[in-house]
């Protein structure tokens, strides 16, 4: 069997804090020692409910983060954003781009992703304005944290797009590319 053929037959179900800790512990569980483990451990404070597939993007948003305003307008930092959402593709990026405009406001949007856009324009970018939500891939995100182009300090919300699913049927955790992109930013 395909793996296509399987994933196209099972139900979407939405990600759940302990489906994360299942993948940090086995990406690192073979070369770290029980103590670096056990820092590894994320408790379930640091997880936001995820979405149940009822809601859609903006509605979703609205519900885990009802302060949104109040956040947007003291946030004064460059370099930083408040919400990071990390996608699998730059074209999955795009379309939550498009479908937050009844969340975001007046914000500023930031596509942190490689499609047309280069690494310098970004970095120039993030020097000059103040923006609120970056929403990108974790190869382009890894690679401005390694230059300190994006610092994270600032960040309140890192929103993994976990549940949606390619032409190819994979989630962003499936690519193994992409998997250890996102394990590095976390």
């Known amino acids: 069997k395909k793996i296509s053929d399987v994933l196209q037959k099972s139900a979407p179900k939405p990600g759940v804090p302990a489906d994360l800790q299942n993948l940090l512990t086995q990406h690192f569980g073979e070369n770290r020692s029980v103590i670096e483990l056990e820092e590894l451990q994320l408790s379930d404070s ?27 307008r003291s946030h004064k930092e460059k370099k930083s954003v408040v919400m990071l959402v990390l996608c699998s593709s730059a074209l999955r990026c795009l379309e939550l781009i498009k479908s937050m405009t009844a969340f975001k406001g007046d914000c500023r949007v930031l596509k942190l992703f490689a499609k047309h856009i280069k690494i310098k324009e970004q970095m120039n970018m993030l020097e000059k304005g103040v923006f609120h939500i970056g929403v990108g891939t974790p190869g382009r995100v890894k690679a401005l944290v390694e230059q300190d182009a994006l610092c994270l300090n600032s ?5 993994l797009d976990w549940n949606w699913r390619d032409q190819k049927l994979r989630r962003m955790v499936d690519i193994p590319e992409v998997l250890y992109q996102n394990l590095y930013i976390l």
């Open 46 to 72: 640091c997880f936001l409910p995820a979405n149940d597939l009822t809601h859609s993007f903006s509605s979703y948003l609205k519900e885990i983060c009802p302060k949104w305003a109040k956040l947007r």
């Open 155 to 159: 960040t309140k919300y890192m929103i």
